[in-house]
């Protein structure tokens, strides 16, 4: 799961940074790239920092309000799920995003792949 | 009409007793529904839920409601007991294979507690005004869910006191949970046989008012 540095802008190729903070700049703070680093991960089972990006303005994203969401999602908690599905009836909890808000941000297995629980969102926007 | 409504919450207002709603949390298997059928027993005589070896028995918040507990100093405190289900990081049907359960109703059961998870943190969230902490005294208290709860409770600047259940045990070792939490109450108590309650009320009253 390929994972941004928000504070040198290094991408991994994985989320093992998350925890103890970026190796390159120190920084704990991280944007999850979708379809990023997939390919770099597979081919290198060390991975090993990939050579930090040019810094690229939030502007020319093409999905600008998803990622200024993610971004906001990994400022408040290190990780954007607030339930992991490892399989039927097996769930891993992060009580820190369940305390923060409703939304259920659900994530599938080890796969990049999240479920979003729209009424949860709106139950919550409405309340506000 | 606008007026004497206005009046008339004002006054209720002012001698309504204010009702605290305090939250029983903890891990599972830490007695929290017993606590709170314990409360609810001795201060209303009614029973709030069902409890069981099972882990993650209640799967639902259970609240018994303007329960009235007095100190022996004579002052008291009105509270709403939330009998929430135990917190975890980690819900595996696998679990409840050991007990019996078959494996569809395992997966059922731990979809089940997955959900009691996120509606207890709600709760503590939304609903909340004070927080009975329950710890098994047997185990060891620096499990991750205790620190990760102990540190959410504080960041929401919500009153605490821990119960240091199961003392009724030869091998519970209460002091190891107020090495743990300095910083807050810890009452030893054994919520099964009643042993030490007492400071707990008195605690509660001290603390809820």
Redesign the interface.
């Known amino acids: 799961m390929p994972h941004r540095c928000t504070g040198c802008n290094t991408l991994f190729p994985d989320a093992r940074y998350l925890k103890d903070g970026c190796p390159v700049c120190g920084c704990g703070k991280f944007i999850y790239e979708k379809g990023k680093g997939r390919k770099e991960t597979r081919a290198e089972p060390d991975s090993k920092p990939l050579e930090p990006e040019t810094p690229r303005k939030i502007s020319d994203d093409k999905n600008t309000d998803v990622k200024k969401e993610i971004s906001k999602d990994t400022q408040e908690s290190d990780s954007l799920e ?2 992991r599905i490892l399989e ?9 995003r ?5 939304d ?1 941000v659900v994530r599938l297995g080890s796969e990049d792949s999240y479920r979003l629980d729209l009424h949860s969102m709106i139950r919550q926007k409405r309340k506000k | 009409m606008g007026i004497s409504h206005t009046l008339s919450r004002i006054l209720s207002g002012l001698f309504q007793k204010k009702t605290a709603r305090i939250g029983i949390y903890g891990p599972p298997n830490a007695g929290k529904t017993t606590l709170a059928n314990r409360i609810a027993g001795d201060w209303s005589g009614t029973i709030s839920g069902t409890t069981s070896e099972v882990p993650h028995e209640t799967r639902r918040a259970a609240r018994s409601g303007n329960i009235t507990i007095t100190g022996s100093n004579g002052k008291s405190v009105t509270i709403d007991i939330v009998d929430t289900p135990g ?8 679990e409840f294979l050991e007990y019996g359960i078959e494996r569809e109703d ?2 059922n059961r ?2 089940e507690a ?1 959900e009691g ?2 509606e207890a ?2 709760w ?2 939304e609903d909340i005004d004070g927080v009975i902490y329950m710890i098994d005294a047997t185990l060891d208290p620096f499990a991750q ?1 205790n620190i ?2 102990i540190g ?1 409770i504080e960041s ?1 600047k919500l009153p605490v006191i821990i119960a240091a259940n199961k003392i009724d045990l030869p091998d519970a070792t209460p002091q190891r949970i107020r090495n743990a939490f300095p910083q807050h109450p810890v009452v030893p108590v054994s919520c099964l046989d009643g042993t030490q309650i007492e400071s707990l009320y008195e605690e509660m009253v001290r603390h809820f008012r």
Not at chain 2, 87 to 94: E, F, I, M, Q, S
């Open positions: 607030s339930i039927p009836g097996r769930y891993d909890l992060n009580l820190s369940l305390i923060e808000s409703d259920r | 917190v975890t990081t980690r819900v595996d049907y696998k395992a997966i731990a979809r997955t998870v996120a943190m709600h503590l969230r869910v990760m709860m959410i929401r």
